[in-house]
DNA sequence: GTGAAAGCGCTAACAT
DNA sequence: ATGTTAGCGCTTTCAC
């Protein structure tokens, strides 16, 4: 364990050539007579040389890395999410660090301002305000966004929650329910589109839509607000939830306060998450295509880093995934 | 969107002093006079002024970012583990660095040096050898490591696999489990001593212990492997997982093929992953204190940049976490 | 209190 | 093919 790492300067000494040469030849800028590389690659295996990125990045003003800010680690969508833009920053040549931005939702702001001096671009999630993205926006740095802002002007990306939405009450709606109501979570960016979506299909139906509010997008939420759905006077024969955590923890309520999935109340959420096929009932969701939108904002930025066009405002289709919660048959393969 | 961020001279030139000025009062180094600091503070606001970061570690070697590799950002264990290490930090003023190792393993050490020389340490879970862990100790920063070496003397945590495999085993053996095998996952540093415990405990009882393994922790091995299992000759009465997630499969599987468990056979895991309690039926599992991992880390790694004494290997102790899975009463609140 | 000047470790013209 | 020389934007003695 070295206390001080040695220098380029350390290598030129000890190679008896000028740290231009050794830069370039370590960068692969340019070549050299065999026996100078011969002598630097030796000398710097010998002191263990290991380049400083820091005063690299300095100059060259790239980091080879991009940061991606999102919610809540914890939520398989996001953990998805980054798993598909890790995959293409890395074939590309970039490492991607991400924050969690949850725990500190004050300190956001300062935490993208952190991350944003040590990388080349940006991918975003947030709910913070469309002034405070602007602030973001001044960062200077490549920027994309999930979700559709209406003043700023960025590469975003979203998923049409609103067909979604749309979608699945049509599904329910054919299935016979008459009395769907909505488990949203207003906080969200999204939540708009998809009771959009679900009050739309249903007014061509001539039905009206009820809808709750929870106060975070957990499992534990969809348990809580369980009882105040199912156990006032007539309850909904559906429930569409924001997402398929709180699918999740409402169903399991709703089974210990003894109603019968579908049988007694369709359950349905957004994201198809992993866990969605093994809880039982299985879950019927909307597949957002986390992982594509991941893949999606990374293929972006890359675009963007290359000053290669690319589109500003890409919209993924939804897909529904048919499960035993809404659909009482046998799964589909 | 500015394009040449403005520097610290800017901002000297701008308020009419010298560099050292600003630099020293922005650091809160040195108080100056009134004028000289509020004529400062404007040309700050007014111009938009911020550090570069970067040259400011190159100079004071600190970045105040620690960085954390994990195996795999979708594994709910390691999201809490981030989730613990992350609240510390951000209480510590530092910000944390994530990259997801699984995508490249053959990059590991690759993606292990490009963040360790953006970070001020690095706290890691990793299957790599011993040899290569070596090499990352050589990188020179604090390090902190999730499991523990042979060879390698450095500053770790885990959990005790070992008696987290001795209680689940001893447990079962209450039940009357009689025929009780392991769904292992080898590849994994904790692997041998879960399943050195339940053997531990069974053999203590005069019962042996068959073993299957499994490719990777998720939950479609836990499928794939549940038929190889279930329909052999005198299937088992209890199945112990290396995970929760191998554990989920399992059951799904198992319940598909018509098994009652725990009737015909109970099912546990490890990790106490939120979504064992939403399976059908809840899934019994011991608790290893993900989150708690991650804050433990955390605090350590604060230790060592603050050249305090910490304990060289800390083990935490695991719980059992009783569900319907194991039991077939009611679970416990 | 305030500033001049010397770097941190590296790259990038521009020589030679 | 190799070296010289300026910085990058910042901190930090050490003067005044």
Redesign the interface.
């Known amino acids: 364990?070295?206390?001080n790492?040695p220098t380029l300067h350390d290598v030129a000494k000890a190679a008896g050539v000028s740290t231009a040469t050794v830069s370039k030849f370590l960068n692969g800028a340019q070549r050299f007579s065999p026996a100078v590389e011969a002598t630097i690659n030796s000398v710097v295996a010998q002191i263990?040389y290991?380049?400083?990125?820091?005063?690299r990045?300095?100059i060259t003003g790239e980091?080879?890395?991009i940061g991606v800010a999102i919610l809540d680690?914890?939520n398989?969508h996001f953990?998805?999410v980054?798993?598909g833009a890790?995959?293409v920053a890395?074939d590309a040549g970039y490492?991607?660090?991400?924050?969690?931005t949850e725990?500190?939702q004050k300190?956001e702001l300062q935490?993208l301002?952190?991350?944003s001096?040590?990388v080349d671009g940006l991918i975003i999630s947030s709910r913070m305000s469309e002034t405070d993205i602007k602030t973001v926006?001044?960062?200077?740095k490549p920027l994309v966004f999930f979700g559709q802002l209406e003043t700023a002007k960025l590469v975003s990306i979203c998923s049409a929650g609103q067909q979604g939405g749309y979608m699945l009450a049509q599904h329910l709606v054919n299935q016979g329910c008459k009395n769907i109501v909505y488990l949203g979570f207003s906080k969200s960016r999204w939540d708009r589109d998809r009771i959009a979506g679900v009050g739309e299909c249903l007014e061509s139906h001539g039905l009206s839509l009820k809808a709750y509010d929870a106060q975070a997008p957990f499992?534990s939420e969809g348990e809580r607000l369980c009882s105040l759905i199912m156990l006032g006077k007539d309850h909904p024969d559906a429930v569409i939830c924001y997402n398929d955590l709180l699918a999740?923890?409402f169903?399991?309520e709703a089974?210990s306060l003894g109603f019968k999935i579908p049988h007694d109340v369709a359950v349905a959420g957004f994201d198809n998450v992993?866990?969605a096929?093994?809880?039982?009932p299985s879950l019927t969701s909307v597949n957002l295509q986390s992982e594509g939108m991941g893949e999606l904002a990374m293929k972006k930025m890359l675009d963007l880093l290359a000053g290669r066009p690319t589109e500003e405002y890409t919209v993924l289709d939804p897909q529904l995934v048919l499960r035993e919660s809404t659909s009482g048959r046998k799964r589909h393969a």
């Open positions: 364990m070295k206390r790492a263990g290991r380049s400083n990125e820091l005063a990045s300095m980091t080879k890395t680690i914890n398989p953990t998805a980054v798993k890790n995959r890395i490492t991607l660090l991400f924050v969690d725990e500190n300190r935490l301002d952190t991350l001096r040590r926006i001044d960062f200077g499992a999740i923890g169903m399991k089974q992993p866990y096929e093994y809880v039982s």
